[in-house]
C-alpha cells in the first residue's frame, strides 16, 4: 500500500514563527503535492514537485516556500507564520510521467493553528 | 464561480436510507474522482472515472461527460458513512469541491 505520513497531526504556532510541514512518501512517486483546505473552500494547491528540486507554484503560494531535496520528502515552509494561515494542510503523492494524470495519494493532514 | 460545484453542501440521513450527491463541473477532465474524508483528515479515493458507471459494494458512482456531471450514490446507507466526499476533477491538476458532509443518524 502507498503511505503519505506527514509529521505532526496537529500543530499550534505564534504569528511570525517559521513553520515546517514535511511529508514523506514510501512509493517512489515523482509528484508531490502541498494543499490547504478551509471551510466551504474545499482543497486549494499551494505548490507541487514534479522532480527532486523542481517546484512549481500552485492557486495560492503567497505566504509559502517548498523544498524537495530529497525524492520522498516534501516540506512545505512558513516563513513567517500568520493568523490566515490557520488550516488543515495535505500532502499528497502520485506517479506520472509529465503531462499525464494519474491518483494522488493523501497524507493524514496537519492542522495548524497560528495564534 | 468555482469550476466544480458539489450540492449538496451539508446532508443529514436516517440510516438505510437511499444518498445522492451531485458534482458539476466547468473544466475539460481525463478522469473525475469521488474522494471520502473522515473526521480526523484523511482522504482516500473512492472511485476514478472517466465515463459510466462504477460499483464498489454499495457506492455507485456515474458521470455524464456530455453534461459535465457526476453523481455518488450510497445504498442503504450506515452511520459509518458519516464523512465529507469530495468531487475532483482532473486534466493536468485536479480541480476539487468544497465538499459535501454527510452525516447518517442510527
Known amino acids: 500500500d502507498v503511505k503519505v505520513t506527514q509529521s505532526s497531526r496537529y500543530l499550534v504556532k505564534r504569528t511570525g514563527e517559521k513553520v515546517f510541514l514535511e511529508c514523506v512518501q514510501d512509493m517512489d512517486h515523482e509528484n508531490m503535492f502541498w494543499y490547504r483546505q478551509d471551510p466551504g473552500l474545499g482543497l486549494r494547491l499551494i505548490y507541487f514537485?514534479?522532480?527532486?528540486?523542481?517546484?512549481e507554484k500552485g492557486d495560492i503560494p503567497e505566504g509559502y516556500s517548498v523544498s524537495r531535496e530529497k525524492k520522498e520528502r516534501f516540506s512545505l515552509i512558513l516563513e513567517s507564520a500568520s493568523t490566515n494561515q490557520t488550516s488543515m494542510y495535505l500532502c499528497?503523492?502520485?506517479?506520472?510521467?509529465?503531462?499525464?494524470?494519474?491518483?494522488?495519494?493523501f497524507g493524514p493532514g496537519t492542522r495548524l493553528t497560528v495564534l | 464561480k468555482n469550476e466544480v460545484e458539489q450540492s449538496p453542501q451539508n446532508l443529514t440521513a436516517q440510516e438505510g436510507e437511499f444518498i445522492t450527491i451531485n458534482c458539476s463541473y466547468s473544466v475539460g477532465i481525463s478522469a473525475l474522482h469521488w474522494l471520502q474524508q473522515h473526521p480526523g483528515g484523511g482522504i482516500v479515493s473512492l472511485f476514478m472515472l472517466s465515463s459510466g458507471k462504477k460499483k464498489h459494494g454499495r457506492l455507485i458512482a456515474t458521470i455524464n461527460i456530455q453534461e459535465k456531471h457526476s453523481s455518488l450514490h450510497i445504498t442503504a446507507s450506515h452511520p459509518r458513512d458519516s464523512a465529507v466526499y469530495i468531487c475532483?476533477?482532473?486534466?493536468?491538476?485536479?480541480?476539487f469541491g468544497a465538499g459535501t458532509r454527510l452525516t447518517v443518524k442510527p
Open positions: 514537485s514534479y522532480d527532486v528540486k523542481m517546484k
Open positions: 499528497a503523492s502520485s506517479f506520472a510521467p509529465s503531462g499525464d494524470y494519474n491518483e494522488q495519494f
Open positions: 475532483a476533477a482532473a486534466n493536468n491538476d485536479m480541480r
